[in-house]
């Protein structure tokens, strides 16, 4: 990292404050593509192969802007990649607000998502190594903050009436707050000496680079269903229930609500299994809610079911990744692989709703949440112990 950490171990205030208002705005931004859909598609004439490539490109640029932030990490501080990520989240809203044109429409949403993978990796290890034995307690809290963004975002377009553009102004004005909250924090950088250092991989695993391998698919797996749960349910419920995009998005956002509650529990759940039992029995569920959702009466509760599901296999399986991969590079790969899930399946997922009908969106996802599944048993096998903690 630039710059000379000063002799004071202890964060500024501002920092959490900070940290709060950027997951939020992580939340707000994560979800709002997905009820905007019907709209861009409607306004440009796109099928929902053409409209998936926004999806594909905002995630693209989320695996870009991860990347980048491993590149930076020696280069800028903690502080200055945030002001980095946030100006381009900023700059990718107003740009889908304002583009005339389809291929500018695809030039903001990879900004944005370029912004998004850069304050999401920085943030997140930056609050990691400043709160000592408070960091586990505050990465919670974060993340509720994330949920409630998720929540409200939908919720936006719902109220304004189907127009995605109103939301995209909030979080663009939401990224100005959060950039004003860093140039007045104290250039402040966590203590070399907090830094864990880079430990090689733990003797549990049978074949280091095949775990790893491994832990990256299952995230992207994962992030594919989450993601694609937030793009498409707003187009499935539209086709399948006839509601329109402002009604259909309310709807979505207790997908949301769901998910946020679903991580809160998740939190005295990982206590007492361990993460495979906890990450298994979660997708196992997950994977039938998703097959409820083809039911189109169904849909609405499936879906909010699906949420609370998926909650917990994120964060519990980034705790699984530290104790078995223990070490700097590994959640850099792992987060950028993650991001890949929505590249390589979003196109999948508007082929198929093109060619069988809008109930393929809910049988694609529960098809790629077996195959998370799959994942996990192959990584357990690989891992000595890891259903028995």
Same mark, same amino acid.
Do not use: K
């Given at each position: ?40 598609s ?12 926004l ?35 900023a ?62 975002a939908?919720l ?39 830094v ?45 229930l ?6 259909a ?23 007492r299994?361990p ?10 569920l ?9 039911? !189109?009466?169904? &849909? ?5 079911? @699906? /949420?609370? =599901? %998926?909650? #917990? *296999?994120?964060?519990?399986? $980034? ?6 991969? !223990?070490?700097? &590079? ?5 987060? @950028? /692989?993650? =991001? %890949?899930? #929505? *590249?390589?399946?979003?196109? $999948? ?20 949440? %077996? ?19």
């Amino acid at each position: 990292m630039t710059g000379v950490a000063p002799a004071d171990l202890h964060p500024p205030r501002g920092l959490a404050a900070v940290a709060l208002g950027g997951f939020l705005l992580q939340g707000l931004i994560y979800p709002v593509l997905g009820p905007a859909l019907p709209t861009l598609s409607a306004h440009f004439g796109l099928r929902a192969t053409g409209a998936s490539a926004l999806l594909s490109i905002n995630s693209a640029g989320a695996v870009l802007g991860v990347l980048l932030a491993g590149w930076l990490a020696r280069r800028l501080t903690f502080r200055q990649q945030c002001l980095l990520g946030a100006a381009l989240i900023a700059s990718g809203c107003l740009g889908l607000i304002a583009a005339p044109s389809f291929v500018l429409t695809l030039l903001a949403s990879g900004l944005l998502g370029l912004g998004f993978g850069l304050l999401d990796l920085a943030l997140n290890v930056w609050v990691s190594l400043s709160y000592g034995g408070r960091s586990a307690a505050m990465l919670n809290l974060l993340s509720a903050s994330f949920g409630v963004g998720a929540v409200l975002a939908p919720l936006a377009v719902g109220l304004s009436g189907g127009n995605f553009r109103v939301p995209l102004f909030g979080c663009a004005a939401l990224a100005a707050l959060v950039i004003v909250g860093l140039l007045f924090m104290p250039p402040w950088q966590p203590q070399p000496g907090v830094v864990a250092p880079v430990a090689p991989f733990s003797s549990a695993a049978r074949s280091p680079r095949l775990v790893l391998g491994l832990f990256i698919l299952l995230f992207l797996a994962y992030v594919t269903v989450e993601g694609g749960v937030g793009s498409w349910e707003v187009s499935h419920l539209r086709d399948t229930l006839g509601l329109g995009t402002a009604a259909a998005s309310r709807v979505s956002a207790w997908f949301w609500v769901s998910f946020t509650l679903g991580r809160l529990l998740s939190a005295g759940l990982a206590l007492r299994l361990p993460p495979a039992h906890l990450i298994g029995g979660t997708l196992t569920l997950a994977a039938l809610s998703l097959a409820l959702a083809t039911l !189109p009466a169904a &849909a609405p509760f499936a879906y909010t079911l @699906a /949420g609370l =599901f %998926l909650a #917990p *296999v994120f964060t519990t399986g $980034l705790v699984w990744l530290t104790r078995v991969v !223990p070490g700097g &590079a590994a959640p850099t790969l792992v987060f @950028a /692989g993650a =991001f %890949l899930g #929505p *590249v390589l399946f979003s196109p $999948l997922i508007g082929a198929m709703r093109d060619t069988f009908g809008p109930v393929a969106i809910p049988l694609t996802l529960m098809a790629v949440a %077996l195959l998370d599944l799959a994942l996990l048993l192959g990584l357990s096998r690989q891992v000595r112990g890891s259903f028995s903690g």
